[in-house]
């Protein structure tokens, strides 16, 4: 679409006013707190499968541990959640971070290892402040609203291919790294 005026352009759906920081070992805790009455849906219909091999958790995982600032988001709707009680009982979706969180949940469940060990095998605790995580919680009410969120979140981009990579390690290899 052609825009002559940049008041034009449409912006993108809002992530919503209500945000919260949780730790590794909240994870579980929060969503739980974080459902309603109906629940909390976090593999909703409009979302992709997991398509996040054990591998690419794991370097996940690694890059978090290692303070990795990107990518630590993670992004529900929740219609009414600022009313109380809610106007429109629905269950809590995620809408953005399904790879990600399950990622981390199973590496809190020792189910994956990060660095060579699984969770339990570390001889000191996760840090409390570091790499935490954001939820952020938006109220669209309706579902068209959050299948056009979902679109803005994941219709622009275009994820590197391993070829692509592998070129730049390459590179980084050459240069005495």
């Not at 006013?17 to 009455?37: K, R, T």
């Not at 929740?78 to 971070?97: I, K, R, T």
């Not at 060990?117 to 840090?127: F, Q």
């Amino acid at each position: 679409m052609k825009y002559d005026r940049f008041k034009d352009i449409p912006e993108f759906t809002s992530w919503g006013s209500y945000h919260c920081n949780v730790g590794w070992g909240f994870i579980e805790q929060q969503l739980e707190s974080m459902a309603s009455p109906d629940g909390i849906d976090l593999d909703p219909d409009f979302q992709r499968g997991h398509v996040w091999n054990e591998e690419q958790q794991i370097r996940y995982v690694e890059f978090i541990l290692r303070g990795g600032k990107s990518s630590r988001d993670i992004l529900f709707n929740a219609p009414g959640w600022a009313c109380n009680p809610p106007e429109n009982p629905s269950p809590v979706v995620l809408v953005d971070g399904k790879q990600r969180i399950e990622a981390v949940r199973r590496f809190m469940r020792n189910e994956i290892p990060a660095f060579g060990n699984l969770l339990r095998d570390y001889k000191d605790k996760i840090r409390i402040i570091g790499p935490d995580f954001v939820f952020h919680v938006n109220n669209l009410t309706s579902r068209a609203e959050v299948l056009q969120w979902y679109l803005d979140l994941n219709a622009g981009g275009v994820v590197h291919t391993a070829e692509e990579i592998e070129k730049v390690r390459g590179m980084l290899k050459e240069a005495g790294v």
